[in-house]
Every structure is written in C-alpha cells, then in structure tokens.
C-alpha cells in the first residue's frame, strides 16, 4: 500500500558530498517519521537520522555535525544531506518510514530496497 523510492547514492571520494532522497507514494494518512538506516557489509544495520512531523531530529553520533536530515511534506519526501564523507560511511543505506494509512490505525513500518553509497580515493 505504501512505497518508499531512494535515489542519490553513488561514489564519492573522502571529504566530498552526497545527497539522498526518499519519496514516499501510495496509501498514506500521515507520517510520524522517516529517516535513514544503512548497513555495511558484515555488520548490523545501523539507524543513521530520524525525522518526526514536528521536525525533531535524532542523529547517531558518527554522523553528528556532518550529515543533515530533512523533509518535505508536501511532497511525502526525506532527504540526507552528507557532507564530509568518510570511508566508514560506505553501506547500504535505507530509507524508512512510520506512516499510518488510515486513522484510528497503528502506523506500520515501511522499507526502501536501498542505496548504495561508496566513499574510496
């Protein structure tokens, strides 16, 4: 019923920039949060920036001061700023949302396919 669609990962050297979007289409009634999670290859996924309605941020401290999270809601769209890239940043990054479809219904969790993102020299 609902989707979410990333597009903006790539390759990038150390200390440059990426952009992230993840727009989401379908069913929605509203969105308490969205945000951004990534997984590097043998680790566990790790949560990177959340978002709420209200525009509360919560950041994990390796990206704190570098990367930027924000939303459009008119257009049902999240994006992660990263600056200052690192190669410890590269993974697989996902996009997620809390989004209710109906009210007086719990929201339920939804997932992105993914993005890759690679940061090397």
């Known amino acids: 019923q609902v989707q979410l669609v990333e597009s903006g990962g790539g390759l990038v050297q150390p200390g440059g920039s990426l952009r992230l979007s993840c727009a989401a289409s379908g069913s929605i009634f509203s969105i308490n949060v969205m945000g951004w999670y990534r997984q590097a290859p043998g680790k566990q996924r790790e949560r990177v920036a959340l978002i709420t309605s209200v525009g509360s941020t919560n950041y994990a401290d390796s990206v704190k001061g570098r990367f930027t999270i924000s939303r459009d809601n008119a257009k049902n769209t999240v994006v992660l700023q990263m600056n200052s890239l690192k190669p410890e940043d590269t993974a697989v990054y996902y996009c997620?949302?809390?989004?209710?479809?109906?009210?007086?219904?719990?929201?339920?969790?939804?997932w992105g396919q993914g993005t890759q993102v690679t940061v090397s020299s």
């Open positions: 997620y949302g809390s989004i209710r479809t109906r009210r007086y219904a719990a929201a339920n969790d939804y």
